[in-house]
């Protein structure tokens, strides 16, 4: 899956947990934590197997659970010294379901799926990066991609119908002499 369907579902689960609660909905700081959770894995995983080749494959070490819930937990631990444990829970949905959406095609033989528990399951090596142009042109014609922005569109709705939280914390920055307001000194 790409960036794009990564975010979407994140959200789209981010802003179901919020509803479990009357009356409630996703806040700015947490859906930005969600957006990170949900492109962690690759942001971790893509470089250093693609650039540095230092992982076997673009999808291994953060794509594992056996480092994911690890990392989740520390992500809990510091953000719960500090008061925010749902910041680290909305992380926690995003980079899940971000592993969640990646084993999807799994379930039709389309990809393998032992990356999840890498490096007790090997996992077969790529050679050197894959050209971004090349993946997006067979990417096309996959049905799972299509939903990709199916998926977007749904979030896009759903995070209207929410009142677009996260979207502040860019407007406010981009206005006119928002650098003044917060820096008088300068």
Same mark, same amino acid.
């Given at each position: 899956m790409w960036p794009l369907g990564h975010a979407a579902v994140a959200y789209l689960l981010y802003s179901l947990w919020t509803r479990r609660q009357p009356a409630r909905v996703p806040g700015a700081v947490a859906v930005v934590c969600g957006l990170v959770g949900s492109q962690f894995p690759d942001l971790i995983d893509k470089p250093l197997a693609w650039y540095a080749p230092v992982l076997p494959t673009g999808r291994s070490l953060a794509?594992?659970?056996?480092?994911?819930?690890?990392?989740?937990?520390?992500?809990?631990?510091?953000?719960?010294?500090?008061?925010?444990?749902?910041?680290?829970?909305?992380?926690?949905?995003?980079?899940?379901?971000?592993?969640?959406?990646?084993?999807?095609?799994?379930?039709?033989?389309?990809e393998e799926y032992g990356y999840?528990?890498?490096?007790?399951?090997?996992?077969?090596? &790529? &050679?050197?990066?894959?050209?971004?142009?090349?993946?997006?042109?067979?990417?096309?014609?996959?049905?799972?991609?299509?939903?990709e922005f199916v998926l977007a569109a749904a979030a896009l709705v759903v995070w209207r119908a929410d009142g677009y939280p996260g979207l502040d914390l860019v407007t406010d920055r981009l206005e006119p002499g928002s650098d003044e307001r917060e820096h008088p000194s300068r």
């Open positions: 794509h594992s659970l056996l480092f994911l819930l690890p990392v989740s937990l520390v992500v809990l631990a510091v953000a719960s010294r500090y008061e925010r444990p749902t910041y680290a829970i909305v992380f926690a949905i995003g980079a899940f379901s971000h592993l969640l959406a990646d084993t999807v095609p799994a379930l039709w033989g389309a999840l528990l890498w490096p007790i399951v090997p996992v077969e090596p &790529e &050679e050197g990066a894959p050209s971004i142009l090349e993946l997006f042109s067979s990417s096309l014609g996959d049905p799972y991609f299509l939903l």
